[in-house]
């Protein structure tokens, strides 16, 4: 089976969702845990695709019933028929989304461990030795030079090192 994407009124992913529950329809849509800081830190849930949601389909279903159910704009389309996703996307995309939301700050490695920037850091192709991790932030050892940095763990994409940093120096792998 499929599903299809549907586009929802503002704000109303829920109660389309429950809508389209009371005609028969198994719908849902993906929820995204967010830490909000006003007067105190609370979480709340998000749609992650805003205004957008999932909905089960067979062959031959009638798009008008669909289309017709209150909070319901209209079926995302591509050369005027509905887009239609495979179910293992869909539920791939829940497993990635549950992911996050499980622990937002949690690191794949630990102090001591040699790692890698992605390409889009700025320090892109370097390998650090973390010193310490907290919170969001990471102090890192940058190999093959005198500096210490203090760097957001999300915004430089850190993955563990594959191989051994002084071999790779010494190569002229890493700058």
């Not at 529950?21 to 805003?50: D, N, T, W």
Request: hydrophobic share 45%; net charge positive.
């Amino acid at each position: 089976m499929t599903h299809a994407v549907l586009f929802t009124e503002s704000r109303r992913e829920a109660w389309a969702v429950d809508n389209l529950a009371q005609a028969g329809f198994e719908a849902k849509f993906p929820m995204l845990r967010v830490k909000m800081v006003r007067r105190y830190k609370c979480h709340i849930r998000l749609p992650a695709l805003s205004r957008y949601i999932f909905v089960r389909i067979e062959p031959e279903m009638p798009w008008s019933v669909i289309e017709g159910v209150s909070g319901v704009i209209g079926a995302v389309k591509i050369a005027g028929r509905p887009c239609e996703i495979q179910d293992c996307q869909v539920d791939e995309l829940f497993a990635r989304i549950a992911k996050l939301n499980s622990d937002p700050a949690s690191v794949p490695y630990e102090v001591g461990d040699f790692v890698c920037f992605s390409a889009e850091s700025l320090w892109s192709g370097f390998v650090a030795q973390v010193q310490r991790i907290d919170n969001k932030f990471a102090l890192v050892d940058i190999v093959g030079t005198p500096e210490t940095k203090r760097i957001r763990i999300a915004a430089h994409r850190i993955a563990r090192a594959s191989c051994s940093p002084a071999l790779g120096v010494s190569l002229g792998l890493y700058r």
